[in-house]
């Protein structure tokens, strides 16, 4: 699964990004808006975490919303406030953390729940569909009624 971040100070991230990466995430950090862009256009991503200032504010979050709607967006936000709360949630933005260390640990927890969430969706309809290719198959498979014999 893959991950942007967007931040102008990396090096803070590192023990998130050590974190992730342990999990498998393919970690991608940015610093502007239009790095996502070129990101999402050219391989898509399962989850953005930004500022609220460039998801909301910037209409980021906006954008990636019509072209990814899937993508989870993940709100860091420096110095939080409820008015940007609220503007992130009107957004459709559910996730919005304090940009601070003691915040990384809650974040992991979020996205690895959300991929936890997603393999089980994809499992239930793979499951679905096997059940379904299964119970099509046994049809095929009826007996042929014996001719009767005079």
Known sequence: MRIVIVDREPAFLEPLLKDLEKEGFEVTVVENISGVMAHLKKRGLHFLVADSSLLVEHSLGSEVRRLSPLTR?????????????????????????????????QLLDTILDERNRLVRWQYAILSENLGARTAMSQSDKRPVAAEPVN
């Open 73 to 105: 967006q993940i709100v860091l936000a420096a110095r939080p406030s409820l008015l940007a709360m609220i503007k992130s949630i009107s957004c459709g933005i559910t996730d919005y953390l304090p940009r601070d260390a003691s915040s990384f640990g």
